[in-house]
């Protein structure tokens, strides 16, 4: 009897950007008006003059909030437990504390022996993320992150979690590396046997709203994952595609509006995907004997 070339893995990763995809605002922006800075004033006089002086858009803005948080009077400094304060306080899109079980749900009916994991990649301050009411579902939380004084005060950026620096994240779950000192060893990933992975990149969905996305749907088009992308519920699809210029290679399975509720276009998109690589894995699993 012929066996399948593929071996079966049984997990499925689901992959969301954070900044109005899981919740209905862009962080950064939040954080500011929180310590009292107008967002359009912060970016157009500390941010703008760096950026045109060739700095990286996340260095210039961690810089100018640590800049910031020193003219502050000591009651005001920014500081991890403000940040974790800010993220446990957030709104979340409709349906979205509720979305992790569905998913969980749909893929147990489908095959039992397949797991979820979920992960959560964000060009924003990953202590915000961190501390949602939601962090618990996922397994991994990456993003930009500060180094704090021992006050507890922002000091430095660490490290930033640029576009393209999210793809990077999305073979590191693949691999399954948690080490930060593995994680220059993917190099070679293309030639890793597929029973050494984790979760092979077709079994990875992707989820995000827009530009910054554009690179992890690339890469996940490549492996033949699944892209889904999300939009604003007042902005028409098209508007999406438009400003985010969506190449051919970057084309995601659907756009829909951002609304987990249980009967939403995004909430059937998300639990047919799932269901789709269920099968897939269970044809595997046939196929080989199991």
């Known amino acids: 009897m012929n066996r399948a070339t593929h071996p079966a893995c049984n997990r499925i990763a689901v992959v969301f950007d954070f900044d109005e995809t899981l919740i209905p605002d862009d962080s950064f922006k939040v954080l500011l008006s929180r310590f009292g800075f107008d967002p359009d004033t912060f970016k157009k006089e500390r941010i703008q003059p760096l950026r045109g002086d060739n700095w990286d858009k996340y260095l210039a803005r961690a810089y100018c909030l640590v800049q910031a948080s020193k003219q502050l009077e000591k009651a005001e400094k920014i500081t991890k437990e403000k940040l974790a304060n800010l993220g446990k306080e957030l709104r979340l899109i409709e349906g979205v504390p509720e979305m992790f079980d569905q998913l969980r749900d749909c893929a147990a009916q489908v095959n039992s022996d397949v797991e979820l994991e979920f992960y959560l990649l964000t060009g924003g301050f990953a202590e915000i993320a961190r ?67 984790h979760i092979p990149l077709n079994q990875m969905i992707y989820v995000g709203d827009g530009t910054s996305d554009i690179p992890c749907f690339t890469v996940v088009n490549e492996y033949h994952g699944i892209g889904i992308g999300i939009h604003k519920e007042d902005n028409h699809p098209t508007e999406w595609e438009a400003r985010a210029e969506i190449a051919a290679s970057q084309r995601v399975a659907n756009i829909a509006p951002a609304n987990y509720s249980e009967n939403s276009e995004l909430t059937r998109s998300l639990l047919l995907s799932v269901e789709s690589i269920c099968k897939q894995i269970s044809l595997r699993q046939l196929s080989a004997g199991e």
Do not use: V
């Open 131 to 197: 501390n949602t009411s939601i962090a618990k579902h996922f397994r991994g939380i990456w993003g930009c992150e500060f180094s704090f004084d021992a006050e507890g005060e922002i000091e430095f950026i660490k490290s930033q979690m640029t576009h393209t620096e999210k793809t990077r994240y999305l073979f590191y779950i693949s691999k399954g590396i948690d080490s930060e000192n593995e994680k220059d060893l993917i190099y070679n990933y293309r030639d890793l046997p597929i029973e050494e992975l």
